[in-house]
């Protein structure tokens, strides 16, 4: 089987997908019908990948795509099947979903169909271009499939060749990769040996093993590749039987991938059917539900207004009346204290005329007893000296001065 077969066998699996069911021939029972079905949240469009004008939509992990037709018409035998049999089933404006395949992978594809830049190349790496050589020949787009092929190139190794030369049909890389392995002085990593699988672990182990045992000296390509040959044919095998073996599992697995896709798309379509049959029915009951709600609300809305409306009006008439009441109770406080504060200073004024009054009177007490108190004759000073003050005359009125 070559990979044309596998084409055609693999769009022979498509076209033979049962047609999803019409809604018109779908007859929900009672109970069914009384079953709400949740609305489904829109898918997010690609930022990219997503023209208003494109006729074909996909669906890639939750993101929309929609994308012109015409290079998947015109390069893509798969794509043809797939459109065709989806516009017939589930009509133009569903999206068609893409199970096996990630987002970095499809965008990577697209870059090529739909380049930003026609003069470079946007893919980089070998992750990239082994989703376009993975992607390239599963959907039979032949050219970008050669493009990936010469791209990968540079970047692909021995044990890259080999494993990717197997898996995608690449047979150019199977000789050349399986001469590198045998001849690089490296041994197998356990990683690499996972890749390669037991077969070709023995082939490059018994050939490097039949190296070691040559004098030294640096074989070429062709000793290397005249080895291999020997090593098939004692082995019972030869290059073509290999090819025919790897085509029969290319062939199984395609067989199962192609089953799993027709029975996600069934599955798909299905349900989609069965959402769009309940979909007007449940759209009217919807709308008048949520115009009750709305009326309801408005008037809910009006009627809590106007309570809180008159529960403010009376809060601000009691705060209005207990702040004149506080105000009232402010101004009557701030008058008796300026009344105690008044009472008091003129009580202290009282109080210190009084004390005035009664040191006046005990001043003049005083002086008056000093001038009736008789003077002592007798007092002299010393050396016989009276201390008696010097005469002085006085005055008395209406009369003449005496000396005393």
Avoid at 129 to 144: I, K
Avoid at 213 to 220: A, H, I, N, V, Y
Avoid at 243 to 270: P, S, T
Avoid at 271 to 279: D, L, S
Wanted: with cysteine; glycine share 4%.
């Amino acid at each position: 089987m070559s990979s044309s077969d596998f084409e055609e066998f693999d769009a022979q699996i498509i076209e033979t997908h049962a047609r999803a069911p019409e809604t018109s021939n779908i007859n929900l029972s009672s109970g069914e019908k009384g079953i709400p079905f949740p609305v489904p949240a829109p898918e997010p469009k690609h930022q990219r990948f997503y023209f208003e004008g494109g006729e074909a939509t996909f669906l890639v992990q939750g993101t929309l795509y929609r994308i012109p037709h015409y290079f998947l018409l015109r390069d893509s035998p798969y794509f043809q099947k797939l459109l065709n049999d989806s516009a017939k089933s589930v009509g133009s404006a569903s999206p068609i979903p893409l199970d096996n395949v990630d987002c970095a992978e499809f965008d990577a594809i697209l870059s090529i169909l739909y380049p930003t830049d026609f003069h470079e190349c946007e893919l980089k790496t070998a992750e990239a271009w082994t989703a376009v050589l993975r992607l390239s020949t599963e959907w039979s787009f032949a050219s970008v499939r050669k493009l990936a092929i010469s791209r990968l190139q540079p970047f692909a190794s021995a044990v890259d060749k080999v494993v990717l030369g197997h898996k995608y049909g690449v047979e150019a890389w199977i000789r050349p990769g399986r001469v590198a392995l045998c001849n690089r002085p490296e041994p197998l990593t356990w990683e690499e040996g996972l890749r390669l699988g037991f077969g070709d672990i023995m082939l490059i182990t018994t050939v490097r093993e039949r190296l070691r045992m040559r004098p030294k000296s640096d074989p070429q390509a062709s000793e290397i590749e005249v080895m291999i040959e020997d090593y098939f044919k004692k082995e019972g095998k030869v290059g073509s039987a290999k090819k025919v073996d790897d085509e029969v599992v290319a062939g199984k697995r395609a067989y199962e991938e192609a089953v799993q896709r027709k029975k996600a798309f069934e599955e798909a379509a299905a349900r989609r059917v069965v959402e769009e049959a309940a979909a007007k029915k449940r759209a009217d009951d919807e709308a008048a539900a949520k115009k009750n709600e709305r009326d309801e609300a408005a008037a809910k809305k009006r009627a809590d207004d106007e309570a809180e409306a008159k529960r403010q009006a009376e809060e601000n008439s009691l705060k209005m009346a207990e702040e004149e009441a506080r105000q009232k109770d402010e101004k009557e406080a701030a008058f008796k204290k300026w009344e105690e504060e008044y009472d008091r200073r003129v009580a202290e004024e009282a109080a210190a005329k009084k004390a005035q009054a009664a040191e006046k009177r005990k001043v003049d007490e005083t002086a008056s007893r000093a001038a009736s108190k008789p003077l002592d004759k007798s007092a002299h000073g010393l050396f016989g000296r009276s201390l008696r003050p010097a005469q002085t005359p006085i005055r008395v009125a209406n009369g003449p001065q005496k000396i005393f």
